[in-house]
Structure formats: structure tokens, C-alpha cells
T-cell receptor, first 115, second 114 residues
Framework: EAGVAQSPRYKIIEKRQSVAFWCNPI?????LYWYQQILGQGPKLLIQ????????DSQLPKDRFSAERLKGVDSTLKIQPAKLEDSAVYLC?????????????FGPGTRLTVL | KNQVEQSPQSLIILEGKNCTLQ??????????LRWYKQDTGRGPVSLTI?????NTKSNGRYTATLDADTKQSSLHITASQLSDSASYIC?????????????FGRGTQLTVWP
């Protein structure tokens, strides 16, 4: 079974520039998540999709971050314009129900450095 | 306030030794607790998931315990190996469905020395 794919793996940009990340979840997984993980901290949920609808985007800084999941499969996360504090690893995950719980599978992440 | 606290923040042990990582949570309601292993530069990988009715679960050399009354969990690693060097993250969910919110701890950074 192929895992969650993300690209690019690394990105370096200057502040005020724009950047986009791509995620391809595991085939058949209806739920997709984007997390921001700052160095030394646990992941923080940015947005959660169920198919192509948004379930939770309460922690997404909507003035600069946007995400979409066209056709309920791939997803893109965009930052426009980037700030220094956006430097982090951006993790994508998808989930599948196993027994009584939903198990999440994470991609390798995109490490963003904003200079 | 729903929180997940992990201790210690970091730990160094010698190869072959055992260790125990701690997780305390205040998440309510409680549905399940997960332990993830995150290697440097990689995404987290699930080690165990425990629901309210389970008090212990093993995955190879990893054994997780859960005390839902005291809201504490531990992850015990037996006969550590160099490949166990990673961050171990405790995650608590308030519901069993995808509508549940996941609360992440900051992780314990484990380093295993030869």
C-alpha cells in the first residue's frame, strides 16, 4: 500500500513570497489533514477535509493560508504572503477506520524555511 | 483546557537498556490515546492506539499502558536499539470518529547511544 505523498520535501523562500505544497493521500482515504509542526513541538492541525468539504479550519490563519481539495483526492496548501514564523514542517495525513478508531497515516512532510 | 503533557522532554539511554516515557492528559471527553514515533525528517508513524477499555497494548518491543482514571499513559521500550532514536508523541482524541479533535503532546526526544 503506497503511503501519503507530499511535495516538495524542502522549500526555502523569502518573506512575503508565496509558496504551495501538494499532498496525495492514500487511495480511498476520505479524510485529509494538514498540520504545521514547529521545531520541538507537536503537530498543530491547520485544516481537515472530509472528501472535498472542510470539517475543521478553526486554526488556519485565513488571512494568509488557504487550502483546497479538488475532487476529494489531492490537496494543496498555500501561504501568501509568507512570514518568518511560518518556518516549520507541514505534514499531510489521511485516515482510515480500523475497528473503533480512525487511524492517521502521515506523509514525510515539507520543510519550509522563510528567510 | 484540553492539554497533553509529556515527560521527560528528552532522554538519553545506552543501547540495550529499557526506558519509560510518560504522558498526562486533561482531554475530555476521552475516546482514545495514541503513541507515535517520529524519526528525524519523517512523518509520525503510529505505534499503538488504545481506547477507554484497554489498559495495555504491545507492538514488538513497545508496550503502552493507559490509566483512564488518572488520565495517564506510559510507553515502555524494552532492550532499546539505535533505531529507537526518535521523537515519541502522545496524542489524545476526544471522539472516535473523524470529527474528533486530536490533541498532540510536544513529544519526548529519545537518543540511544551505542
Amino acid at each position: 500500500e503506497a503511503g501519503v505523498a507530499q511535495s516538495p520535501r524542502y522549500k526555502i523562500i523569502e518573506k512575503r513570497q508565496s509558496v504551495a505544497f501538494w499532498c496525495n493521500p492514500i487511495s480511498g482515504h476520505a479524510t485529509l489533514y494538514w498540520y504545521q509542526q514547529i521545531l520541538g513541538q507537536g503537530p498543530k492541525l491547520l485544516i481537515q477535509f472530509q472528501n472535498n468539504g472542510v470539517v475543521d479550519d478553526s486554526q488556519l490563519p485565513k488571512d494568509r493560508f488557504s487550502a483546497e481539495r479538488l475532487k476529494g483526492v489531492d490537496s494543496t496548501l498555500k501561504i501568501q504572503p509568507a512570514k518568518l514564523e511560518d518556518s516549520a514542517v507541514y505534514l499531510c495525513a489521511s485516515s482510515l477506520i480500523r475497528g473503533l478508531v480512525y487511524e492517521q497515516f502521515f506523509g514525510p512532510g515539507t520543510r519550509l524555511t522563510v528567510l | 483546557k484540553n492539554q497533553v503533557e509529556q515527560s521527560p522532554q528528552s532522554l538519553i539511554i545506552l543501547e540495550g537498556k529499557n526506558c519509560t516515557l510518560q504522558c498526562n492528559y486533561t482531554v475530555s471527553p476521552f475516546s482514545n490515546l495514541r503513541w507515535y514515533k517520529q524519526d528525524t525528517g519523517r512523518g509520525p508513524v503510529s505505534l499503538t492506539i488504545m481506547t477507554f477499555s484497554e489498559n495495555t497494548k504491545s507492538n514488538g518491543r513497545y508496550t503502552a499502558t493507559l490509566d483512564a482514571d488518572t488520565k495517564q499513559s506510559s510507553l515502555h521500550i524494552t532492550a532499546s536499539q539505535l533505531s529507537d532514536s526518535a521523537s515519541y508523541i502522545c496524542v489524545v482524541s476526544d471522539r472516535g470518529s473523524t470529527l474528533g479533535r486530536l490533541y498532540f503532546g510536544r513529544g519526548t526526544q529519545l537518543t540511544v547511544w551505542p
